[in-house]
């Protein structure tokens, strides 16, 4: 069992940036791939960005590539989102996830752990 647990959200101008930290409990973080996803008002949740059990290898949707990271401290447990030359479009809500194994995952079913998700709000 993991449990997850996002912060770092909240108001920012288009062209800023945020830090989204995903905190874990369990002895088995370093066993799961971690994911990020996010979800705007009446659109259907989609992938953002994911990161190995090692860190080493990782993975963005076209729309972020570029402008976002993900990086994972396994000695503390936690995943990170650095968004950075942040647009309106990406306001949505945004969700940390864990899906059991080393390989990278993009698709939503293939995770099995969820955060309650952090508003990010960009405007214009």
């Known amino acids: 069992q993991v449990q997850l647990v996002e912060s770092g959200g909240g108001l920012v101008q288009a062209g800023g940036s945020l830090r989204l930290s995903c905190a874990a409990s369990?002895?088995?973080?370093?066993?799961?791939?971690m994911g990020w996803f996010r979800q705007a008002p009446g659109k259907e949740r989609e992938f953002v960005a994911a990161?190995?059990?090692?860190?080493?290898?990782?993975y963005y949707t076209d729309s972020v590539d570029g402008r976002f990271t993900i990086s994972r401290d396994n000695a503390k447990n936690t995943v990170y989102l650095q968004m950075n030359s942040l647009k309106p479009e990406d306001t949505a809500v945004y969700y940390c996830?864990?899906?059991?194994?080393?390989?990278?995952?993009?698709?939503?079913?293939?995770?099995?752990?969820w955060g309650q998700g952090t508003q990010v709000t960009v405007s214009s």
């Open positions: 369990g002895r088995a973080f370093r066993n799961y791939a």
């Open positions: 996830a864990a899906a059991m194994g080393a390989v990278i995952q993009t698709l939503l079913e293939k995770y099995d752990y």
């Open positions: 990161i190995n059990w090692s860190g080493y290898s990782t």
